[in-house]
Every structure is written in C-alpha cells, then in structure tokens.
T-cell receptor
C-alpha cells in the first residue's frame, strides 16, 4: 500500500540551529501538508502546499518556517533558528480526493524534533 | 469557524469491555466530512474511517462502529470487546472541503488486561 515516508524519524538539535525535515508523499497525490503535534497535545495544522506553492498556512507557520518541493518528489519543511518550543512531532501528509470527493489524508510516521 | 470537541481526555477500561469515544463538531457548512484517526504508542496517525455529511447511516467494521447524528453534531466511535492493542489516542477530525483538516484534542484510551 502506498505510503508517505518521512526522514529523519528523530532529530536532536541545538537551539538556534536550522533543521530540514523531509517527506516523500504518495506519488499521484497533489496536495501536501505539514502538521505539528507537541507532546501530549493535539495535532495542529501548519501549512498546505499545492501546485508548487503554499495554499494555506496557520498562524504557527511564521517566517521561521518554509516549505518547498525541490525535485518533484521530496517535500521539505525548514525550520530556521530553532527554539525550545519547536520540539514536537512533525507529520507530513498527502491528500487524495477519492471517487466520493472525500479528502483522505495519509500521514507519514512523523519526525520527532527535539531542541536542546 | 470549524471546531471539533472530544470531551473525554482519558478513558480506561478493562479488556473485553465496550467503550464509546465521543466527538462533537461545529461547522457552518452543509457539506463536510468527518474522520477518526488512531495514534498508537508508536506515534503514527492511522486513518480509521470517514463519513460524509449526507450519509447518517451508522457503520460497523469488525469490532468498530460509528454513530453519526447530524441533529446533535456528533460522530461517536464505539469499540466492542476492547483489546489491549486498542490502547491509543483517538482523534476525531472535520474537513469541509477546505484546505486542511481540523483535529479534535484526542481521547487517550487505555485498555487494561
């Protein structure tokens, strides 16, 4: 079954460093997402991406964050100058619209970011 | 604005008990989809079910069943004869054909042997 792949599974970084989280969405999907889940809390929307540009972003997704699809397969989330509060699980998702019109998000296994 | 409420933060049951997880949603849209996702201790998010707003027929899949009631804006999830492997956090989510899903805060289910 097709899946969304995320790397790394866990990254530890020092405060102030830049981090790039990588995702390979399902190949025929057109919409891509990043979500964040701080430990023990709810899953929060960060950004959606379609046709090589951001289609929507939340208030969490400020200038510290950026996304790109550099090569047509990878979808990356860059976090500049990381802060302690950026420690979280970051989920990538891609979306198909199936025959019923439902938007089913398929999530990757997540990348756990720990900022020290 | 869209909102999903899962009033039960944590539930503990003993194996083989039935358990119902509540979900109440808010939306102004007449067309929308509702979802349940499971997050086991390993951390990934696993899709369980979707329902569209036009189909209030309840659904059963093995030990899982879902009760969608538009009149009360609820989409409850029941696990029959719970098992230890059902222990996880369960998220209800709403999609109104917008760009992103709105997740509820989750209910942590612990099934004790």
């Amino acid at each position: 079954e097709p899946e969304v792949t995320q790397t790394p599974s866990h990254q530890v970084t020092q405060m102030g460093q830049e981090v790039i989280l990588r995702c390979v969405p399902i190949s025929n999907h057109l919409y891509f997402y990043w979500y964040r889940q701080i430990l023990g809390q709810k899953v929060e929307f960060l950004v959606s991406f379609y046709n090589n540009e951001i289609s929507e972003k939340s208030e969490i997704f400020d200038d510290q964050f950026s996304v790109e699809r550099p090569d047509g397969s990878n979808f990356t989330l860059k976090i500049r100058s990381t802060k302690l509060e950026d420690s979280a699980m970051y989920f990538c998702a891609s979306r198909e619209t199936d025959s019923s019109g439902a938007n089913v998000l398929t999530f990757g296994a997540g990348s756990r970011l720990t900022v020290l | 604005a869209q909102k999903v409420t899962q009033a039960q933060t944590e539930i503990s049951v003993v194996e083989k008990e039935d358990v119902t997880l509540d979900c109440v949603y808010e939306t102004r849209d007449t067309t929308y989809y509702l979802f349940w996702y499971k997050q086991p201790p390993s951390g990934e998010l696993v899709f369980l079910i979707r329902r569209n707003s036009f189909d209030e027929q309840n659904e059963i899949s093995g030990r899982y069943s879902w009760n969608f009631q538009k009149s009360t804006s609820s989409f409850n999830f029941t696990i029959t004869a719970s098992q230890v492997v059902d222990s996880a956090v369960y998220f209800c989510a709403l999609d109104n054909y917008g760009q992103n899903f709105v997740f509820g805060p989750g209910t942590r289910l612990s099934v004790l042997p």
